[in-house]
């Protein structure tokens, strides 16, 4: 007699074997699985995330592991800023090895501090993508390997992509991580935590002064170079710590294909593109998520068709994503409708233009006026960076309290710096060189706040975008400041036109963004909305009586 069937245990019906498997599944089984599989596919779908993203978020923000990101982010920046923060102190060592004129000399410290700010609103494009993790872990491989590669630079010409290019791009790459982090873990108490982040910064170019000084009597200039830059390899470390709240758009992508390809395999229908239904109501996805939509349905739709279907399909797509990314470039641009963004833009573009020469060129100064015959013990450079600290973490708590406004703190910061600047070809000594560079840092310290009022100004959705944009300005300014100076000094054989220069162009922004920030300008527009809509009411009343 042939043997008979299997028989299910559970509902007593004929089993289904697979030939490589050792599991055997009845009919009604493998229905309640499918079923179980395509409802909790559903029901991902339909599943308040925002919501819970939101609960969760809640949860976390002003405390618990955000001060962790707090201090990692903060060693970040200390490990990638500490050179380039104190690069005076290279300055007159590649003088002296490459003999090159100071304005070309000039372009290694802007570009390191310049280029990177440029590339901003690429940076912020990394990290909305990858996250924050990833974007760190690869700054530390170019800002190490920049450091390493100008050891072995022959002339300036290399030095300025080594040093300049290299390592500028990736501390553009860590300054957008850790603040874009940091602001996401962070919102009663964003100004404080923004400023002990920066603070890294400021502790580095301290530290690394006077410490790239030793190593050049103990190791020789390469030798420092190599040492600086085996240091910055700890920035890998410090991105082990930043952990995402939010998922990056990459993974986001991701995670939509995927529903896509479970939504083909059960053969269910589409869900709608454009909308989610987070609990009862419905909200209406960014820019930034139709990007993500659109690049998850190009993995699925051009699977479906073949030949000329295929084909137009891809016409489609283009379409799509033509229409999506214009968008996304209008709601970038409107940023710079805004008065208030746009003069905080200009205020940034002078700032850097005027602020950041001195930091170079400091000690050449000391230098050339006979005020000192070498480097000090502590150098003018380690001077203003310790006081840029403090800054930082002063004008960071004052940003914080409701009654003060910060964008006329800002403006105050900016006209108290070039105050400072116009001075110092008055100063005819080393200690009052001390003093206004003591001044200049501290206000100098105002960088914490430019992410504070750009979330003030645009919202925190849209930080990267407008932080990207105002950092471009920086960056462009920064770029242009110390070559300018240079060039001022080879003609005139002196630094008091071109400080005289900085200080003017500091004072310039300063006293636009004081006045376009003033209330009197958003009063004189409710004035004229006002005036509209109360000629519109008085030509509804006549029409209504004719």
Not at 105 to 115: D, I, K, N
Not at 316 to 323: A, G, H, L, Y
Not at 430 to 459: D, E, M, P
Not at 497 to 506: D, E, I, W
């Amino acid at each position: 007699m042939p043997n008979s069937p299997p028989r299910c245990g559970l509902c007593d019906g004929t089993t289904w074997s697979a030939q490589d498997e050792k599991v055997t599944l009845c009919f009604k089984q493998m229905t309640c699985l499918v079923d179980q599989t395509r409802a909790a596919s559903t029901s991902r779908r339909t599943l308040p995330v925002d919501s819970m993203n939101l609960q969760s978020s809640k949860n976390v923000l002003d405390g618990g592991w955000g001060w962790v990101i707090v201090v990692a982010c903060s060693m970040a920046q200390f490990l990638a800023y500490g050179s380039p923060q104190s690069v005076g102190v290279l300055y007159p060592q590649w003088l002296h090895a490459f003999q090159e004129g100071k304005g070309m000399t000039a372009w290694v410290g802007s570009l390191v501090s310049g280029v990177g700010l440029i590339a901003s609103p690429v940076c912020s494009a990394c990290v909305d993508n990858f996250g924050a993790r990833p974007v760190t872990i690869f700054s530390g491989v170019m800002v190490a390997g920049g450091l390493m590669l100008s050891a072995f630079a022959p002339n300036v010409q290399f030095l300025i992509f080594s040093y300049g290019i290299v390592v500028g791009l990736g501390c553009g790459l860590v300054y957008a991580a850790t603040l874009t982090i940091t602001c996401q873990y962070f919102d009663k108490r964003r100004g404080l935590a923004l400023g002990i982040v920066t603070t890294g910064t400021s502790v580095g170019g301290f530290l690394y002064a006077t410490a790239q000084n030793e190593l050049i009597l103990l190791f020789d200039l390469d030798g420092c170079l190599l040492i600086i830059g085996a240091l910055a390899l700890n920035l890998m470390a410090c991105a082990g710590f930043m952990r995402p709240l939010n998922m990056p758009a990459y993974y986001l992508k991701q995670k939509a294909a995927l529903e896509r390809t479970e939504e083909q395999l059960f053969e269910n229908p589409p869900a709608d593109n454009l909308k989610t239904t987070p609990g009862n109501g419905e909200r209406t996805l960014t820019v930034k998520d139709l990007l993500i939509i659109i690049d998850a349905k190009d993995i699925t739709t051009t699977n479906k068709k073949g030949g000329f279907m295929a084909g137009s399909a891809i016409v489609k797509i283009i379409k799509e994503k033509r229409q999506a990314y214009s968008k996304y470039m209008h709601s970038t641009a409107d940023f710079l409708h805004d008065r208030n963004f746009m003069a905080l833009c200009i205020a940034i573009f002078l700032f850097s233009l005027g602020a950041f020469p001195p930091v170079l060129f400091m000690e050449d100064v000391a230098q050339s006026e006979g005020l000192i015959d070498e480097v000090s013990i502590i150098p003018l450079v380690s001077i203003v960076a310790v006081t840029a600290g403090m800054g930082k973490l002063t004008l960071g708590i004052l940003a914080d309290v409701r009654w003060i406004n910060s964008l006329f703190l800002y403006a105050f910061t900016l006209l108290g710096t070039g105050a400072a600047l116009l001075l110092i070809p008055i100063s005819k000594s080393y200690v009052g060189l001390q003093i206004l560079s003591a001044v200049v840092g501290f206000f100098s310290g105002n960088w914490s706040l430019t992410s504070y009022i750009t979330t003030k100004i645009v919202g925190l959705d849209k930080l990267t975008q407008a932080h990207g944009i105002l950092m471009f300005f920086g960056g462009f300014g920064i770029v242009l400041g110390p070559p300018v100076v240079g060039c001022f000094f080879d003609w005139t054989q002196s630094y008091d036109l071109a400080f005289y220069f900085s200080g003017g162009s500091v004072l310039l922004g300063g006293v636009t963004l004081f006045l376009c920030a003033l209330p009197w300008w958003d009063k004189k527009k409710a004035d004229i909305d006002r005036f509209d809509i109360q000629y519109t009411s008085n030509c509804d009343k006549v029409a209504s009586v004719a």
